[in-house]
């Protein structure tokens, strides 16, 4: 048998803890741990994530970034980024 703590986001903030359990339901109706940082509920973030992974929009910027050559450090122009820098 599993046995689960209830905390307060305050209480878990306090023991640097990234996520809690109220034991609570969310606006949606998930009874699940919840994030720290915001107090999101994990299994609505993981729903929102996955629908937003479906959107043509996702396609479109995994596709640009596939396209486009990586700018900064490792990327393809890091010397020319770096020579423009001290020539300044």
């Given at each position: 048998?599993?046995s689960v ?20 339901r ?22 929102r994530?996955?629908?937003?992974h ?16 990586r ?13 423009s820098w001290?020539?300044q």
């Amino acid at each position: 048998m599993i046995s689960v703590i209830a905390f307060a986001r305050e209480d878990a903030k306090a023991l640097g803890l990234k996520r809690f359990f109220t034991g609570e339901r969310c606006k949606q109706g998930h009874v699940a741990e919840r994030y720290t940082i915001n107090g999101c509920c994990v299994a609505c973030n993981l729903e929102r994530a996955s629908h937003y992974h479906k959107t043509e929009h996702a396609r479109e910027v995994k596709s640009r970034l596939r396209r486009e050559p990586r700018v900064g450090p490792g990327g393809a122009n890091e010397g020319a980024c770096q020579a423009s820098w001290r020539d300044q």
